[in-house]
């Protein structure tokens, strides 16, 4: 059976969970559109992530990679559309690193697009009445580092697709923050989204061409 690997984050910023660790871990070992799911998570360290990333990718070989990752404050599930190549951390990582303006890799491209069909996967979730919507920035701290790394891998392997998911907060979290409550989604409902995000991975090759404002 071909091999989707779907990846979360250790918390990070003083949090004890992260929504994208618990989708990683439930959906390990569950079978989508008769692929095999491999759930594991990363640590949210520059550099480290990505290393990791790449043992997996060897490990698992996997056909589609999913990366997932906590963006608090977003109300929507958002499949990104582009991974740049700089790293600007508004916080340090879970090693204490906090770079400024340092390119991911060196000499490599500005950015990579994703390939996986974020609008099909945005209509998709949309269907199953969940809050969705692309996104055109996955920021620039260790979640963007990971997706231009998995692009960077990728780049040299047809047949593998890859990108990469912002999740909002859970509730328990949301409830935490100070000044207001912040949207956020019930777990249940982000794994329900990234297992939908990967039958559509699987079953849809080539992306839909309408303007984001118009997918139902
Ligand atoms: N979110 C952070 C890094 C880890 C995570 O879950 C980000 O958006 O960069």
Known sequence: MK???VTGFEPFGGEKVNPSQEIARQLNGHVIARHRVIGRI???VFGAANRELR???R???PVIVIAVGQAGGRAEITP???AINVDDARIADNAGAQPVDRPIVRGGPAAYWS???IKAITAALRAHKIPAAVSQTAGTFV???VFYGLMHALAGRRGVRGGFIHVPWMPEQAKRQRGGRPPSLPLATMVEAIAVAAEVAVMVRHDLRVG???IH
């Open 3 to 5: 091999t989707i690997l």
């Open 42 to 44: 990363l640590p949210c």
């Open 59 to 61: 490990e698992f070989e």
């Open 115 to 117: 390939t996986l069909p």
């Open 143 to 145: 979640c963007n580092h």
């Open 212 to 214: 984001e404002g118009r």
């Open 80 to 82: 990104e559309r582009v």
């Open 55 to 57: 043992v997996l990718l």
